[in-house]
């Protein structure tokens, strides 16, 4: 009998040891997959309360999963006036298209000439490295001399002078007139043979500040560094730089989820925290800032910081389309008390620039990378004063993510270093920082996946108060975290940077005046209001992230979209373009979606005779697409749609250019742009 059930028996054991091992190297494979997704949960900074969802430990971007339903919240903001849907930075279908990028150097070679600043004299001394130089003659009797050409402002132009060669030896004093310069040495008796050209921005020291400003507590102005990038929604903050964001979940900060843009790109966004104005109102109350002269009259910021017995500074890198100057005449009075434009532009025509591989803006200009200039100048500006007086200072970069949304990640430690010098620096023991954005990516792969619409609408915002701040005003400590996913704008900041410098008194004993264009905004030191809509926070319904849209895939709702694209033309014909910009005629719709009731049925709504749309479509010339947010009417075929607020979702640089005007390169395909014939 047992002979006879040996085989059979043989057999069994033999499924059981087999068993065991399969469910062994399956029990590793989930501890595998439940390890990574911890290390990708940490990453990602998930946790069980939502007051930690944002603590993530440095790691690579590439190792994160998915965040699971279980684990992350439903909403960025919810209430009954608002519900701002949560979207996962490590989706599925955002990390198939996303591209971590590794960090270049534009240079491996010390500097020949460095501008040490010695506190004790309160100067700059221009520092030849003799060594290096010696190095480069590859001759160790051979001469060389060194030169520098200041840099000055040309006010009629809002651009540069170059002022004539200046040759000094070591350790040469540099006049405390002279803000930025270009340096370079070269080979005794030849001119051309030169060893290295470089270009500084100097924060020289100015007078001491003015009597009576108290240092106190009770009196105290704090600090104001705004620490900006372009392009950079909150979502991939978290996804392409996972350092910074790490850091910027750091204690005394608040990040501000609700925070909703309230135009397209740079110039709207900042002309609503700088003026309290959309571009449009600004242009109709205050003046035409088309025409020159008209931004100096602007009501901005810097101006109230300044009256506030402030320093002021203001950089931006990429002069070629900087804020106040693409499209648009820029200052005729040097607008803040340091200002990079002028010293950027003559560096940038100066010395040789370089694009890294996947860049469209300048990367390197000189030895150094780009955005550099600004934020060497935004260290070495707190670095000078923040001990003594008051500061404020905008430093905006868009050298490194205007153009593509996987480029941060290329400077994830290069962007902290900065930060932790700050912090190293004791700034951050000082001054409230504003590490902001002005909208989220606009154009490319990112805008069509189905977070898209959330990504460009979303932009980072955090804002860090120092312990003394918070020790001083604990309600406004409190009220800023209670805000923290609550609706919030532009205006807002606007009002807040306001309520800041009234910290202490301001000279006239009177309040300043609030944001002109969002009755209903408020500082973000006070609890804003739980059921706020868009309307009360001055964003425009295209813009708005608060009310849900379904898709419909009715034949019916196809109507929509040419109307929109007649609209366009009608347009274009309005601003006498039609002989150079070409006729779009629709090629096909991505989608056409229907805005719904927050206490609606998601799964029953019904058609109605008017109703808000958003239509997404392609046009054939140049297959440019387009987004639009329309009332459409069902009985009488009508749309009305605003043109200028209809967003254009590709790269229209080098498709437009027989127009100047801002606006209209969205909507102008110009005639001698177009791709072929057919898209004629």
Known sequence: MLKLFHPILKWVCLCCVAAVLILSLSSQTADTQYQRFNKAAKVSGLASSSESLDEEPVGSTTDCLPETDEVRPSFFVESARCKIPYVDPFEAEAMAIFEPQQ???????????????????????????????????????????????????????????????????????????????????HRL????????????????????????????????????????????????????????????????????????????????????????????????????????????????LWKDF???????????????????????????????????????????????????????????????ITSSYV????????????????????????SFSH???QMPSKMDDYVLQYLLDFEADGVLEQSIVVFLSDHGSRFGRLTALSSGFLEERLPAMFLYLPPWFRDQYPDYARALQLNRNRLTSNYDLHNTLKHIIELGGTPDGAALPRAADCPKCQSLFLPVDESRSCEDAGIPVHFCTCVPFKRLRTQWARRIAPLVVRRINEYLAGRNLSNICAELTLKYIHETEIQIGLDQSFDDVPVAEVATYRTMFKVHQNTADFRATVVFNNLTESVEVQVPTISRLDRYEKVSTCVDDKTDKLYCLCKRDLKDEHSR
Not at 163 to 181: A, D, I, T, W
Not at 331 to 351: C, I, N, W
Not at 375 to 398: C, H, K, M, Q, T
Request: proline content about 6%.
């Open 103 to 185: 960090f270049e150097t534009c240079s491996n070679e010390s500097a020949l000439v460095t501008p040490i600043y010695d506190v004790s004299r309160q100067r700059y001394l221009l520092v030849i490295n003799e060594t290096l130089a010696s190095e480069k003659l590859n001759d160790s009797e051979a001469e060389f001399n060194c030169y520098y050409q200041e840099i000055r402002r040309d006010r009629q132009h809002d651009s540069y002078k170059k002022m004539e060669r200046k040759y000094f030896s070591q350790s040469y004093e540099v006049p405390l007139h002279v803000r930025g310069l270009m340096v370079a040495c």
């Open 189 to 300: 008796g030849n001119e051309s043979d030169v060893l290295q050209a470089d270009a500084y921005s100097l924060v020289q020291y100015l007078s001491p500040p003015p009597p009576g400003l108290s240092l106190e507590p009770a009196k105290r102005k704090p600090s104001v560094i705004m620490f900006g990038i372009d392009s950079l929604s909150r979502i991939n903050l978290r996804r392409t730089m996972p350092r910074v964001s790490r850091f910027l979940a750091g204690s005394g900060w608040y990040e501000l989820q609700g925070y909703n843009k309230i135009g397209d790109n740079t110039f709207p966004n900042l002309m609503a925290i700088l003026t309290g104005y959309s571009k449009e109102s600004a242009q109709k109350k205050v003046c035409d800032w088309q025409k020159k002269g008209c931004l100096d009259k602007m009501p901005l």
């Open 306 to 368: 300044r009256n506030a017995s402030y320093l002021t500074a203001f950089a931006e890198d990429e002069p070629h389309i900087e804020t106040f100057n693409y499209m648009r005449p820029g200052f005729v009075e040097q607008p803040t008390d340091f200002y990079l434009r002028p010293h950027l532009k003559a560096f940038e025509s100066g010395m040789d620039t370089w694009k890294c591989r996947n860049c469209s803006s300048k990367y390197c200009i000189g030895r150094r």
């Open 375 to 398: 934020y060497d100048l935004a260290r070495d500006f707190a670095r000078r004063f923040v001990d003594e007086r008051p500061v404020w200072g905008l430093f905006w970069s868009n």
């Open 403 to 405: 153009d593509s949304f």
